[in-house]
């Protein structure tokens, strides 16, 4: 039997295997805490430092158990990574028979169904749809497994896309007609099969462990569940223990159901006009609050008369076409679905508006006593209702104020739960991540970084900036990166913690760099898609990248390319937020300090995501800048300045112009 010494030692399977493996002494440690835990069926949180090898060290003990195991990752981009790349290899080193499936979300696959029902249909406001929707009928009609990555012909930005999959709403599941050929099921089928399965955090609560049909079966039969990127965690399972009444569902469900009432119930005029009454009530809805962008408890919107109106409008026609539905829903499975899906709807926005009592001119019955609808308002107390309005729509949410119990209880004793990412501890204290989850009888490990930070990055923390939320604070973090900027050629990441700092420092680079001489090509988010504006910076000489939020972690750049990540603040999220203010309150209503206990660990992790972003192998170097004053100024900045990796430190800028001098020499050596 394989051991993990036969694996990791200095003349092991992977130094025979894997060219220019070196055994490193925490990989081995973490392995032995995952094979521990594997073994005994128990949750582990682990945190590993970047380069510690941490996917070979959970890989390896994970297939050398001879069980189904599910891996869950937070991004895309890692998901195929470790099914391309890092099994592959590992099963090739370990020599093992192990079977491999890559399991995506079903909006990734063609659904026939629908497909054909819009090629039917055929109402579309461009041509360049019904050509696109033509090119992926060609496409299924080839396809193995109607991946939609494989479909080149057809962007995937292209709203075609969105006529030619399924979703978990309108997916008919074992009464489509199409049901022996989908691609989703043929895909979870596959699944079902493999010794270990690749998903990502939002299938994995969407489908998975809510036992969405076929996927549903993967976690009783699963022995160890392995979620990388695991600082994730908390944030995705608040979006899927609560429950949401989107615009975008709305529409879908009008349009589906128009859809389906011309093809199976043509006779039955009313049921399309109750959609697009539906359709024209949701649209109404969203344009009460014009051209504003809006995240809003629910109480702070007791006064808007015109808001109230039109959701009670809204019920009004959602419950029209529910009563229609329900009426001609024998008529297909199609129709059926719809009534489901509306009734459901109907449940979530009735909740929301009875939790509000609504107002004088459109009040709101409370359920019947004893009902499902009074049931879901009474455990949904602990949670917060709250509105978001985005430039195209909006989403009414309730979101539970506290997931540790709720995911404790779906977790059980029949297989080891490993969590594992490099950011998950506050100088090595593990209480903030597992309270939070209700991991409360894990172990906990954590294994620092094996690079030289000292050798290899300088920690800089300018003098003089001003009070962060002063006016004029993102043009003094600009003026202060400049000299910074120009010691380093470019070759650098500015990372703000929003997005109206992050448009303010591009237009002033714009204007300030070509007046400094420097002709660095300046790159925005949102200029591209993120792999795209990565390709572009990987490729253009001097590059330097402004972003926000979406470049803070998930990004891998090495080698001289990357010399220099700028941070304008300390990544406190606003407390304007509706769930971090309602959290904040319950935690300080318990007696507790919600600062202290919940809003500073956050910031800490956070932080120490966008600095990994710097130093990615043992061979880069370079500068971290931290902008913000209270980094050392305040008595919590000191405790998120011990949390970050222990690089070299310092205050004045001779100290970064020899470390880039000394950068410049050894490159030139």
């Given at each position: 039997?394989?051991?993990?010494d036969d694996?990791?030692?200095?003349?092991?399977?992977?130094?025979?295997?894997?060219?220019?493996?070196?055994?490193?002494?925490?990989?081995?440690?973490?392995?032995?805490?995952?094979?521990?835990?594997?073994?005994?069926?128990?949750?582990?949180?682990?945190?590993?430092?970047?380069?510690?090898?941490?996917?070979?060290?959970y890989?390896?003990?994970?297939?050398?158990?001879?069980?189904?195991?599910?891996?869950?990752?937070?991004?895309?981009?890692l998901?195929?990574?470790?099914?391309?790349?890092?099994?592959?290899?590992?099963?090739?080193?370990?020599?093992?028979?192990?079977?491999?499936?890559?399991?995506?979300g079903?909006?990734?696959?063609?659904?026939?169904?629908?497909l054909q029902?819009?090629?039917?249909?055929?109402?579309?406001?461009?041509?360049?749809?019904?050509?696109?929707?033509?090119?992926?009928?060609?496409?299924?009609?080839?396809?193995?497994?109607?991946?939609?990555?494989?479909?080149?012909?057809?962007?995937e930005?292209?709203?075609?896309?969105?006529?030619?999959v399924?979703?978990?709403?309108?997916?008919?599941?074992?009464?489509?007609p199409?049901?022996?050929?989908?691609?989703?099921?043929?895909?979870?089928?596959?699944?079902l099969?493999?010794?270990?399965?690749?998903?990502?955090?939002?299938?994995?609560?969407?489908?998975?462990?809510?036992?969405d049909?076929?996927?549903?079966?993967?976690?009783?039969?699963?022995?160890?569940?392995?979620?990388?990127?695991?600082?994730?965690?908390?944030?995705?399972?608040?979006?899927?223990?609560?429950?949401?009444?989107?615009?975008?569902?709305?529409?879908?469900?009008?349009?589906d159901s128009?859809?389906?009432?011309?093809?199976?119930?043509?006779?039955?005029?009313?049921?399309p006009?109750?959609a697009?009454?539906?359709?024209?009530?949701?649209?109404?809805?969203?344009l009460?609050?014009?051209?504003?962008n809006?995240?809003?408890?629910?109480?702070?919107l007791?006064?808007?008369?015109?808001?109230?109106?039109?959701?009670?409008?809204?019920?009004?026609?959602?419950?029209?076409?529910?009563?229609?539905?329900?009426?001609?829903?024998?008529?297909?499975?199609?129709?059926?679905?719809?009534?489901?899906?509306?009734?459901?709807?109907?449940?979530?926005?009735r909740?929301?508006r009875?939790?509000?009592?609504?107002?004088?001119?459109?009040?709101?019955?409370?359920?019947?006593?004893?009902?499902?609808?009074?049931?879901?308002?009474?455990?949904?107390?602990?949670?917060?209702?709250?509105?978001?309005?985005?430039?195209?729509?909006?989403?009414?949410?309730?979101?539970?104020?506290?997931i540790a119990?709720?995911?404790?209880?779906q977790m059980n004793?029949?297989?080891?739960?490993?969590?594992?990412?490099?950011?998950?501890?506050?100088?090595?204290?593990?209480?903030?991540?597992?309270?939070?989850?209700?991991?409360?009888?894990?172990?906990?490990?954590?294994?620092?970084?094996?690079f030289n930070y000292?050798?290899?990055?300088?920690?800089y923390?300018?003098?003089?900036?001003?009070?962060?939320?002063?006016?004029?604070?993102?043009?003094?973090?600009?003026?202060?990166?400049?000299?910074?900027?120009?010691?380093?050629e470019?070759?650098?990441?500015?990372?703000?913690?929003?997005?109206?700092?992050?448009?303010?420092?591009?237009?002033?680079?714009?204007?300030?760099?070509?007046?400094?001489?420097?002709?660095?090509?300046?790159?925005?988010?949102?200029?591209?898609?993120?792999?795209?504006?990565?390709?572009?910076?990987?490729?253009?000489?001097?590059?330097i990248?402004?972003?926000?939020?979406t470049?803070?972690?998930?990004?891998?750049?090495?080698?001289?390319?990357?010399?220099?990540?700028?941070?304008?603040?300390?990544?406190?999220?606003?407390?304007d937020?509706?769930?971090?203010?309602?959290?904040?309150?319950?935690?300080?209503?318990?007696?507790r300090?919600?600062?202290?206990?919940?809003?500073?660990?956050?910031?800490?992790?956070?932080?120490?995501?966008?600095?990994g972003?710097l130093?990615?192998?043992?061979?880069?170097?370079g500068?971290?800048?931290?902008?913000?004053?209270?980094?050392?100024?305040?008595?919590?900045?000191?405790?998120?300045?011990?949390?970050?990796?222990?690089m070299?430190?310092?205050?004045?800028?001779?100290?970064?112009?020899?470390?880039?001098?000394r950068?410049?020499?050894?490159?030139s050596?």
């Amino acid at each position: 039997m394989t051991t993990l010494d036969d694996v990791f030692s200095e003349n092991g399977l992977f130094s025979q295997a894997i060219p220019g493996y070196r055994p490193r002494p925490q990989q081995v440690e973490m392995a032995q805490a995952v094979e521990q835990a594997i073994r005994a069926k128990k949750p582990l949180i682990a945190e590993a430092g970047t380069g510690t090898g941490k996917t070979y060290a959970y890989l390896v003990p994970a297939l050398l158990s001879g069980g189904k195991v599910i891996v869950s990752t937070g991004t895309k981009t890692l998901q195929d990574q470790l099914f391309h790349r890092d099994l592959p290899k590992v099963r090739s080193a370990l020599k093992v028979p192990v079977t491999i499936a890559l399991l995506k979300g079903r909006a990734n696959y063609v659904c026939t169904y629908h497909l054909q029902r819009a090629l039917a249909d055929g109402r579309f406001a461009r041509k360049e749809d019904v050509v696109h929707l033509q090119a992926i009928a060609r496409f299924a009609a080839a396809s193995k497994d109607g991946d939609k990555s494989g479909c080149n012909a057809v962007p995937e930005s292209s709203p075609a896309w969105q006529h030619a999959v399924s979703t978990r709403d309108n997916c008919l599941g074992s009464d489509c007609p199409n049901y022996q050929d989908c691609f989703v099921m043929q895909a979870r089928r596959n699944a079902l099969d493999a010794d270990v399965v690749v998903v990502n955090h939002h299938l994995f609560f969407a489908d998975v462990w809510l036992k969405d049909e076929g996927a549903g079966e993967l976690l009783p039969r699963c022995n160890t569940v392995i979620f990388d990127e695991a600082h994730q965690l908390p944030e995705v399972a608040s979006l899927f223990f609560g429950e949401t009444v989107a615009s975008g569902s709305l529409l879908e469900l009008a349009r589906d159901s128009r859809a389906e009432a011309l093809a199976a119930a043509k006779d039955f005029v009313h049921l399309p006009a109750a959609a697009l009454a539906l359709d024209k009530s949701t649209r109404d809805l969203r344009l009460v609050f014009g051209q504003e962008n809006l995240r809003a408890p629910q109480y702070q919107l007791a006064e808007n008369l015109e808001f109230h109106a039109a959701l009670k409008d809204l019920e009004e026609k959602l419950v029209a076409l529910v009563d229609l539905l329900i009426d001609q829903a024998e008529r297909s499975e199609g129709l059926e679905n719809c009534r489901r899906r509306a009734a459901e709807q109907l449940g979530v926005l009735r909740n929301w508006r009875a939790s509000s009592g609504g107002t004088e001119d459109s009040p709101v019955t409370p359920p019947p006593p004893g009902s499902e609808a009074a049931k879901k308002l009474a455990n949904a107390a602990e949670a917060v209702y709250w509105l978001e309005v985005g430039p195209h729509g909006f989403q009414l949410n309730i979101t539970p104020l506290d997931i540790a119990r709720l995911f404790n209880r779906q977790m059980n004793e029949e297989r080891a739960w490993i969590f594992t990412s490099a950011t998950l501890a506050m100088n090595g204290n593990f209480k903030h991540y597992a309270h939070e989850l209700g991991l409360w009888d894990a172990e906990q490990a954590a294994w620092e970084s094996p690079f030289n930070y000292k050798q290899q990055a300088l920690l800089y923390v300018p003098q003089g900036l001003p009070d962060p939320n002063s006016r004029d604070y993102t043009a003094a973090v600009v003026d202060a990166a400049l000299p910074l900027l120009k010691l380093s050629e470019g070759h650098a990441f500015l990372l703000f913690t929003s997005l109206r700092a992050m448009r303010e420092a591009h237009d002033l680079l714009n204007a300030r760099l070509p007046a400094l001489g420097l002709k660095y090509p300046l790159l925005l988010q949102g200029e591209g898609t993120r792999t795209e504006l990565l390709e572009r910076f990987r490729t253009q000489p001097n590059a330097i990248l402004v972003a926000s939020q979406t470049f803070w972690e998930g990004i891998d750049v090495k080698g001289e390319q990357l010399r220099l990540v700028v941070i304008d603040k300390l990544p406190f999220a606003s407390p304007d937020d509706p769930v971090l203010a309602a959290r904040i309150d319950k935690i300080n209503k318990s007696g507790r300090n919600a600062f202290i206990e919940y809003q500073l660990p956050r910031a800490a992790i956070t932080l120490k995501q966008g600095a990994g972003r710097l130093i990615r192998d043992e061979h880069d170097q370079g500068v971290l800048m931290i902008c913000d004053p209270r980094l050392v100024d305040k008595p919590y900045g000191k405790q998120i300045w011990k949390a970050l990796p222990p690089m070299l430190r310092t205050r004045e800028q001779s100290v970064v112009e020899r470390f880039f001098a000394r950068m410049k020499t050894q490159a030139s050596a």
